[in-house]
């Protein structure tokens, strides 16, 4: 099992209001990230999401992750996600954003896709409907790999054109292309990544166990892809949750006993109106569920929403993860109650004292699947000219005439 931080940009409160707040919040964040590359994690998630107050101002991820990588040596940065609407913009800005990042990240980039988060997110982009971003997603997600791959790219489709061949630029670092990665929810959105032969983001919100289910179905559709997306399988589910890891334990319980826990999932369950709430759940501007008592506690860590407690407790607590075959577990940074110097011990000592007990894998699995990436489609659609004749380049260039 394979572990990383998600980062969304989460700024609640009257901070969200206050610019000095803003940038301070988000350039801690970017610290996390670094921080977890010096401490064995191998992924950092950034969100795409726009005109979610509080809950996310994370709108823009590139630009966070080419500062990243510039401070990194070892950490995988992805989109999570990079939401495909064609009135948003146009794909081929997608295709080429990715691949600039895959070159400044030195193959360290993953390519997460996804709908958006719900009706207020997308109706940004034109008044549009979550009802129509599925078949945008559809349309989208099967043509960026030719756009990668191809020289003088071309289509005519339902939600978006490229009326006359371009070459669309850069194409991909080293090997293969990104890793490639789509958000899920319902079982049969798993049983659909894994028939794409893409990885699965699972955004958790209920007990671990929960998901089974839906791990199995993906498993099963990807161990034989009826429609593969890509040039090889990204073969994995990634589940997010919740830790507070501590030295001392009680300062960690304490946290979680905390007032205001569960802030974010009331502005959750206010934005994704496309996932229905649990019954009961507060929707923002109510008051979150706080944990009444010890045992209250132990019965949700027991149930696997959340890990609690010093290394060697967490390292017990992870084994339900492992159970249900999560392949990548990534908890959300910041989280309610920490300090900022809590927040920096919690990645350390996760990464130093817990990571190393599950993770004996030197090398991303998505650096593997990446070796194994094979060319699907033709270089070129249409014949080249016969009488094309260039005499000329510079003597500067990389490479002289053939």
């Known amino acids: 099992m394979e572990f990383g931080v998600f980062l969304n940009g989460y700024v609640p409160g009257p901070a969200a209001h206050d610019p000095a707040s803003e940038h301070l919040s988000l350039m801690r964040e ?6 977890a590359d010096k401490h064995n994690w191998k992924y950092a998630w950034f969100g795409e999401h726009h005109a ?11 630009p966070v992750i080419g500062y990243v990588a510039a401070k990194t040596d070892r950490i995988h940065m992805g989109t999570a996600i990079n939401s495909f609407p064609t009135t948003k913009e146009h794909p081929v800005r997608f295709a080429e954003r990715a691949a600039m990042l895959d070159h400044i990240c030195e193959g360290r980039f993953e390519f997460g896709t996804g709908r958006g988060a719900g009706s207020h997110e997308v109706a940004t982009f034109n008044g549009l409907t979550t009802g129509e971003t599925k078949a945008m997603w559809d349309e989208v997600v099967h043509e960026i790999p030719r756009m990668w791959e191809q020289r003088d790219y071309q289509f ?21 292309h990104p890793p490639m990665w789509v958000a899920c929810g319902n079982p049969a959105t798993f049983a659909k990544a894994g028939a794409h032969g893409i990885g699965a983001i699972a955004f ?10 839906r791990i199995e179905a993906y498993k099963e559709a990807v161990a034989d892809p009826v429609d593969q997306i890509g040039q090889y399988k990204n ?3 990634m589940m ?11 300062r960690a319980r304490q946290i979680a006993l905390s007032p ?4 974010l999932y009331t502005m959750v369950c206010f934005y994704h109106d496309t996932i229905p709430p649990k019954e009961g759940a507060p929707v923002w501007p109510e008051p979150p569920l706080s944990i009444p008592s010890e045992e209250v506690l132990d019965m949700l860590i027991a149930e696997g929403h959340m890990l609690c407690g010093t290394p060697e407790e967490v390292c017990e607590q992870l084994e339900a993860y492992q159970s249900v075959g999560c392949d ?7 989280n309610e109650g920490f300090t900022h110097d809590e927040i920096l011990e919690n990645i350390e000592l996760f990464g130093d004292q817990v990571i190393p007990e599950f993770d004996k894998d030197p090398v991303h699995s998505t650096t593997r699947y990446r070796e194994n990436a094979v060319a699907r489609y033709e270089p070129w659609n249409h014949p080249i000219p016969a009488d094309l004749k260039v005499e000329v380049v510079p003597e500067s260039a990389y490479l002289p005439l053939p």
């Open 52 to 62: 979610l107050t509080e809950y996310s101002h994370m709108s823009a991820p590139a």
């Open 156 to 176: 005519e489709g339902e939600h978006f054109s490229v009326p006359t061949p371009h070459n669309i630029l850069p194409k991909p670092y080293g090997k293969g």
């Open 204 to 213: 958790n919100f209920e007990p671990a166990h929960n998901l089974k289910g």
């Open 235 to 237: 073969d994995n589910v």
């Open 328 to 334: 990548q577990l990534v908890f959300g940074l910041p």
């Open 260 to 263: 205001g826990r569960g802030y």
């Open 30 to 35: 970017v610290e996390y990230a670094i921080a």
């Open 240 to 250: 997010t949750n919740a830790v507070i890891c501590l030295k001392d334990r009680d």
